[in-house]
């Protein structure tokens, strides 16, 4: 057999074939011997034995050929996973890498599109803004003009604790006028 052909598809598709087939066989061959251990010693009786011995006996001998039956199915069933994870991992695998980089590529096309169209509105926006100042951009809030401040507003009372002022002494009594006493 040549090495080299088992990393071909044709030849590791014939290689596992062949090695299936064979455990295919193997495991019906060990069914088949399985059926014939277990009904031949069903019925031969050894001297002293109780009411379900011969049963009891056959099934545990019949049990280990079971065990290679099954071992058999299994490696034919591996063989065909072998076949299968082989084209999955090896021969599939250029493929699907360059369809992910094709869908890769398509997504970064499509984000530095949106991009783009955002910059080109934001700075139509910036424009109109720059030009009629009256109209500002859409969903700016304008500042408010210094005509609509009050001097006699409470909030000017309050000290300001982010400069150098002093805040003046004033205690919860200047604000809240003293309830009677009880």
Do not use: C
Request: zero cysteines; proline letters at 5%.
């Amino acid at each position: 057999m040549d090495i080299n052909s088992l990393f071909t598809d044709e030849g590791l598709r014939a290689f596992t074939a062949t090695v299936r087939d064979q455990h295919v066989k193997d495991a019906q061959q060990y069914g088949q011997i399985a059926d014939i251990v277990r009904r031949r010693l069903e019925q031969t009786p050894i001297q002293g034995d109780r009411w379900m011995a011969k049963k009891l006996r056959a099934w545990k001998v019949s049990r280990q050929v079971k065990a290679m039956q099954k071992a058999s199915e299994e490696a034919a069933s591996a063989a065909e996973a072998l076949y299968a994870k082989y084209v999955n991992e090896v021969l599939e695998l250029p493929a699907r890498r360059a369809k992910a980089e094709a869908k890769k590529l398509e997504r970064k096309q499509g984000r530095r599109a949106a991009t783009g169209a955002a910059v080109a509105n934001s700075l139509t926006n910036s424009v109109h803004a720059l030009h009629d100042p009256q109209a500002g951009a859409p969903g700016v809030p304008q500042a408010r003009p210094a005509e609509y401040l009050d001097a006699g507003s409470p909030f000017n009372e309050w000290p300001m604790t982010a400069g150098g002022e002093q805040a003046p002494n004033r205690t919860i009594n200047d604000y809240f006028p003293r309830g009677e006493a009880r």
